[in-house]
């Protein structure tokens, strides 16, 4: 028999694995892969995502890695920019092409007279070695075919090629528009460590790591990649995952040795980066958000706020203002006690930001 999992179990082991009930004295790299990196649509979301993670985190050390090519901005699962430990990249890249695959059939029917893997063959061509503003490798691109579009071009382009979004873009002072670079160039070549269902395996083994206990579906809606059951029941097979049954009767999936947590442990006052991935992209977001306080946080323009969490739950969003002051909207009442946690804790970010 599945072990029946508690609504806060269930909320209090995420926490607890994706370090917001404690922030963790790690390395920025260490956390990094253990949430299997981070979204990164916002270039400084990362920044954010790992302050509310990490005891007295310096942007710098993660610039550092960064400008260093330890990690890497790129177009990943889903199609979604992520922060990745580059290393990982080489192997997830591939996994994730099918949401690409998607994309390059509607670029295609843009095309007037080129081929589209011709398109992407100039693309590597004209990239290799070289790292090109989007503007820039648009124009390039159309000089070889005149006849299309330089957006259809660079769409088709960043479809159909590992491309990496390099420094200035994505420091946490840079600026500047996307400039693309082919991921084996930027970091060096190299060979992907796995591929195919054992690299499918690996990937639901660090998601759980980070995100678990979790159902198939979630594994799915934040990787893009469809077809997980088999793999997923294997694995159960196998002896390397354990089977729960969550609050609503849902099946869930854990790895084998990784323990839960009570439910009664203290969850502080957290706030976290715009499109926070325990968020975003999330099939088994009942455990940390109720449907109708995250439609709230859904802009017409596809921008994400940043998210405050109160007692371990969705509880309001959080923005910069124009004097780069911390401006929070709770969708709760709160208590003296939790106002006085949320207080202190903008005070923290307030000084993270200014420093």
């Given at each position: 028999?599945?072990q029946?999992?508690t609504?806060?179990q269930?909320n209090?082991?995420l926490?607890?694995?994706?370090?917001?009930l404690?922030?963790?004295d790690?390395?920025?790299?260490e956390?990094i892969?253990?949430?299997v990196g981070?979204?990164?649509?916002?270039?400084?979301?990362?920044f954010?995502?790992?302050?509310?993670?990490?005891?007295?985190?310096?942007?710098?050390?993660l610039d550092?890695?960064?400008?260093?090519?330890?990690?890497?901005?790129?177009?990943?699962?889903r199609g979604?920019?992520?922060?990745?430990?580059g290393q990982?990249a080489?192997w997830?890249?591939?996994?994730?092409?099918?949401?690409?695959?998607?994309?390059l059939r509607e670029?295609?029917?843009?095309?007037v007279?080129?081929d589209a893997?011709a398109?992407i063959?100039e693309?590597?061509?004209?990239?290799?070695c070289?790292?090109?503003?989007?503007?820039d490798?648009?124009?390039?691109?159309?000089?070889?075919?005149?006849?299309?579009?330089?957006?259809?071009?660079?769409?088709?382009?960043?479809?159909?090629?590992?491309?990496?979004q390099v420094?200035?873009?994505?420091?946490?002072?840079?600026?500047?528009?996307?400039?693309y670079?082919?991921?084996?160039?930027?970091?060096?070549?190299g060979?992907?460590?796995?591929?195919?269902d054992?690299?499918?395996?690996?990937?639901i083994?660090?998601y759980?790591?980070?995100?678990?206990?979790a159902s198939?579906?979630?594994?799915?809606?934040?990787?893009?990649?469809r077809?997980?059951?088999?793999?997923v029941?294997?694995?159960?097979?196998?002896?390397?995952?354990?089977?729960?049954?969550?609050?609503?009767?849902?099946?869930?999936?854990?790895?084998?040795g990784?323990?839960?947590?009570?439910a009664?442990?203290?969850?502080p006052v957290?706030?976290?980066?715009?499109?926070?991935?325990?968020?975003?992209?999330?099939?088994d977001?009942?455990?940390?958000?109720d449907?109708?306080?995250f439609?709230?946080t859904?802009?017409?323009?596809g921008?994400?706020?940043?998210?405050?969490?109160?007692d371990?739950r969705?509880?309001?969003?959080?923005?910069?203002?124009?004097?780069?002051a911390v401006a929070v909207?709770?969708?709760?009442?709160?208590d003296r006690?939790t106002?006085?946690?949320?207080?202190d804790e903008?005070?923290?970010?307030?000084?993270?930001?200014a420093?």
């Amino acid at each position: 028999m599945a072990q029946a999992l508690t609504a806060g179990q269930w909320n209090r082991t995420l926490l607890h694995r994706q370090h917001l009930l404690a922030r963790a004295d790690e390395d920025a790299i260490e956390v990094i892969d253990r949430l299997v990196g981070m979204q990164s649509q916002d270039p400084r979301a990362a920044f954010f995502g790992l302050f509310s993670r990490i005891e007295d985190f310096d942007p710098g050390e993660l610039d550092t890695l960064i400008t260093d090519r330890e990690v890497v901005r790129m177009a990943l699962l889903r199609g979604t920019v992520f922060l990745v430990d580059g290393q990982d990249a080489r192997w997830i890249r591939p996994l994730a092409q099918a949401a690409f695959d998607t994309g390059l059939r509607e670029h295609r029917r843009h095309l007037v007279s080129a081929d589209a893997d011709a398109v992407i063959a100039e693309a590597r061509a004209v990239l290799s070695c070289a790292a090109l503003r989007v503007a820039d490798l648009g124009a390039r691109l159309a000089e070889r075919f005149p006849d299309e579009t330089p957006t259809t071009l660079t769409a088709l382009a960043r479809s159909g090629l590992p491309l990496v979004q390099v420094p200035p873009r994505g420091l946490w002072a840079g600026r500047g528009t996307p400039t693309y670079q082919l991921l084996d160039d930027w970091i060096g070549p190299g060979e992907a460590a796995l591929a195919d269902d054992e690299a499918r395996r690996e990937l639901i083994r660090l998601y759980l790591r980070g995100f678990g206990p979790a159902s198939v579906a979630a594994i799915q809606t934040w990787s893009g990649i469809r077809g997980l059951h088999p793999i997923v029941e294997a694995m159960e097979r196998d002896w390397e995952l354990l089977e729960y049954t969550g609050p609503d009767g849902q099946k869930l999936y854990d790895l084998e040795g990784l323990p839960l947590v009570d439910a009664d442990r203290p969850a502080p006052v957290r706030l976290i980066a715009p499109f926070d991935h325990v968020l975003v992209a999330q099939g088994d977001r009942a455990r940390i958000a109720d449907d109708d306080l995250f439609a709230r946080t859904v802009t017409p323009n596809g921008r994400s706020p940043g998210f405050v969490l109160v007692d371990g739950r969705l509880a309001g969003t959080w923005r910069l203002d124009a004097d780069a002051a911390v401006a929070v909207e709770l969708f709760v009442a709160v208590d003296r006690r939790t106002r006085a946690e949320l207080d202190d804790e903008i005070t923290r970010l307030t000084g993270f930001v200014a420093g």
